[in-house]
C-alpha cells in the first residue's frame, strides 16, 4: 500500500532538512520538496536538492522564480509603495504566496494530500502559506512540523539531525541571526538583536556598507518607469529583477537602504527586525516622487491611505484574498500615467529625490511660479476663501469660541 505524501517547502537548512526526516518516520509519509528560488543565496542549491534526495524524498523541484517574483509581486508592491506600518518594504509577506502557490501546484501534480512548511508558531510566515493554500486549494491539508514537534531551540535540532543521520554543517549552532532574503532584500532577527537597546553589529549587514566606509562623493542615478513599473537604470532597458539587483548594488555600496525597527507582528507581539532593502527603497523613494508629479491630488491622498490597507492585507497573509484583489485593481489605474525619469542623489546613507520628469505631469510651471508671467489668477482666491470658509464662519458665529465662553 503506497503512503501518502506531503509537498514540503524546502530551503536546504536545518528546520526543514530536519523536517523531511520528521515527516517521513512521525507521519509515515512520502515527501516532496519544493526549494523556490526567489533571489535569495543561490550557492549551493544543487547540492540543497541532492541532499533531499539522500534523505529520501521523491522529489525535490528546484525552480527558478526570480522573473515571476519580478513581474507578478514586486509590480504590484511598487504600485502599492508597499511599506509595512510605513516603515520598511515588504519583504517575506511578497515570497511567501507565491511559495505556497507552487506547493499547490506540485501537490497536484504528485497528487498529495498534504502541504507542509517550516514556520514556527510565533511568526506571520505560517499564516501567509496557510492562507495562500487555503484560498488556492481549500482540500489540501497543512501540516507545521515545527509546531507540533518537541524540539525547543537549534541545538535540539542538531541533536535529532545527528540521531536520524541528517547532514548538519559545520558550525550551525554559531549563527547568532534567523535571515530570510531574496530579491527584494534580507531580514534580520534573533540572537543580539532580541535586546531592541543593542545596536546592531557589522556582521549583520551584507547588502549595504557602512555608510562611514561610502564615497565621499554623491553618486547620481536615474530610474525610468512606464505606466508605474521600473524599465531602466541610468538610460540601460532592463527587466525588473535585473534593475532590482542593480539598485542593489548602487544604494548598498552608498549606504542606502539599512533599517532597524520595532513592528507588530499579525501574532498579536512587537517584534525587533532590521531589514537590509537598498534596490526596494530605492525603488519606492523613486516611484512615490513620480507619482507627485503624475497623479491628480484627490486620487494621490485616497492612494497613500488605501497603500497602508494593500500593505496590511499582505503582511497578514491574504495575498490571494478578495480585498487585496480590488486593492491591486485600485493600484493598477492609478498607473496608468506614471511615466517618466527620477533623479537620485546617494551620499554617505542617504537617498535623496534631486530631480523628476514625465510627459503626462500635471505639475505646470505657469501656475506653480511666482515670476511676473505666472497664469495663476490671484483675485480668485478671495472667493474661493469666502465660500472655501463659509461653513466655519457660520459656526464661528453660533457655536464658536466665543459663545461658548459666554455661556460658561
Known sequence: MSKEKVVLAYSGGLDTSVCVKWLQDEKNLDVVCVCGNVGQEEIGLDAKKQKALDLGVLDCQVLDLRDEFSDEFLTKAIAANSMYENKYPLLSALSRPLLAKKLVEVAHEFGATYVAHGCTGKGNDQVRFE?????????????????????????????????????????????????????????????????????????????????EDTPDAPTYTEIEFEAGKPVAVDGKKMKLSEIVIALNKISGDNGFGRLDLVEDRLVGLKSRECYEVPGAL???????????????????????????????AVYNGQWYSPLKNALDAFMADTQKFVTGTVRLKFFKGNCHVVGRKSPFSLYDYGLATYDRDTTFDEK??????????????????VQGPSSAAAQA
Not at 137 to 158: G, S, Y
Not at 284 to 311: F, P, R, Y
Request: proline share 7%.
Open 131 to 211: 492562507a495562500a493554500v487555503k484560498a488556492l486549494d481549500p482540500e489540501l491539508k497543512v501540516i507545521a512540523p515545527v509546531r507540533e514537534w518537541d524540539l525547543k531551540c537549534r541545538p535540539d535540532e542538531v541533536a535529532y539531525a545527528h540521531a536520524h543521520n541528517v547532514p548538519v554543517p559545520e558550525g550551525a549552532n554559531d549563527n547568532p541571526y534567523s535571515i530570510d532574503d531574496n530579491l527584494w532584500g534580507r531580514a534580520i532577527e534573533c540572537g543580539h538583536l532580541e535586546d531592541p537597546w543593542n545596536e546592531p553589529l557589522d556582521d549583520a549587514w551584507v547588502m549595504t556598507k557602512n555608510p
Open 282 to 312: 530605492t525603488l519606492i523613494t523613486a516611484h512615490k516622487a513620480l507619482e507627485d508629479i503624475c497623479v491628480e491630488g484627490d486620487l494621490l491622498k485616497t492612494k497613500i491611505k488605501l497603500e497602508q490597507d494593500w500593505a496590511t
Open 380 to 397: 480668485a482666491s478671495a472667493g474661493f476663501i469666502e465660500i472655501d470658509t463659509l461653513s466655519l464662519k457660520t459656526w464661528a458665529k
